[in-house]
């Protein structure tokens, strides 16, 4: 099985002018969308088949190449990224490496006040979202049981969409996400990534239930040895 490096630098500025000129234009995904997509494919409850995941990446029919090295190139770039989303997912430690850090834009200075109209995050959670669609029974099945993982996809939705709405009463109308709640869920998505990715870790682990050791007859022997009767000993 080959394995990829994470993306570099380099490469993200290649596969950024691919899919602008080979997916978006068809309803497929930019570079941010697609950082999310993966990421949400690394930390999901399902394995995606490939020919499923890349009908969304590309908005339908994979593009025509020039040739197998162009095809093959590719497939190198996505599963570098691929390669980079289930990284940062799986990083165990404080602090995130930059090479790490979610593939999206945002302003030279984030901590500056900045009008509440800018989208920074919005195609992230949207390729997030996406990818949630594909199995979203299975999704649904996990928000059924912990609410921190709905709580999760609920902050994505509002970086999706920019508004916010009253979870005490749903018929209110929703207010604009401000920028300072933007810029702070885009600050916790790697730590709300890697809690998925270990929830998912713990839900494919087999759970082998104990077994007690079989208690002897009140009237045998007791099993330690001493020769007297259970009940005596250690069934006192």
């Given amino acids: 099985m080959t394995t990829f490096p994470p993306l570099q630098d380099d490469r993200i500025e290649q596969l950024a002018g691919l899919l602008e000129r080979r997916a978006v234009p068809f309803g497929g995904l930019g570079l941010e969308?697609?950082?999310?997509?993966?990421?949400?494919?690394?930390?999901?409850?399902?394995?995606?088949?490939?020919?499923?995941?890349?009908?969304?990446?590309?908005?339908?029919?994979?593009?025509?190449?020039n040739d197998d090295a162009e095809a093959a190139e590719v497939a190198a770039l996505l599963a570098e990224a691929r390669e980079l989303a289930l990284q940062r997912a799986c990083h165990d430690g404080d602090v995130l490496p930059d090479r790490l850090t979610p593939l999206l834009?945002?302003?030279?200075?984030?901590?500056?006040?900045?009008?509440?109209?800018?989208?920074?995050?919005?195609?992230?959670a949207e390729g997030f979202l996406r990818a949630v669609d594909l199995r979203e029974a299975a999704w649904d099945a996990w928000l059924d049981e912990d609410e921190w993982i709905a709580a999760i996809l609920g902050l994505l939705d509002q970086l999706a969409s920019g508004e916010v709405l009253d979870d005490d009463n749903p018929a209110a109308p929703s207010t604009p996400l401000t920028w300072r709640e933007r810029i702070d869920t885009i600050a916790a998505l790697p730590g709300m990534l890697a809690d998925l990715q270990h929830h998912r870790i713990a839900m494919l682990t087999?759970?082998?239930?104990?077994?007690?050791?079989?208690t002897p007859e009140r009237n045998a022997p007791c099993s330690c040895g001493s020769g007297r009767k259970f009940k005596k000993c250690c069934g006192a």
């Avoid at 999310?36 to 969304?56: H, K, M, N, R, T």
């Avoid at 834009?105 to 992230?124: F, I, K, T, V, Y």
């Fill in 33 to 65: 969308a697609l950082d999310g997509f993966f990421s949400a494919l690394a930390v999901g409850p399902d394995a995606i088949p490939d020919a499923e995941w890349q009908a969304v990446v590309w908005g339908g029919r994979a593009p025509r190449w």
């Fill in 105 to 124: 834009w945002l302003p030279e200075d984030p901590d500056a006040p900045h009008p509440d109209e800018l989208d920074a995050g919005s195609d992230w």
């Fill in 206 to 214: 087999p759970r082998v239930p104990l077994r007690r050791a079989e």
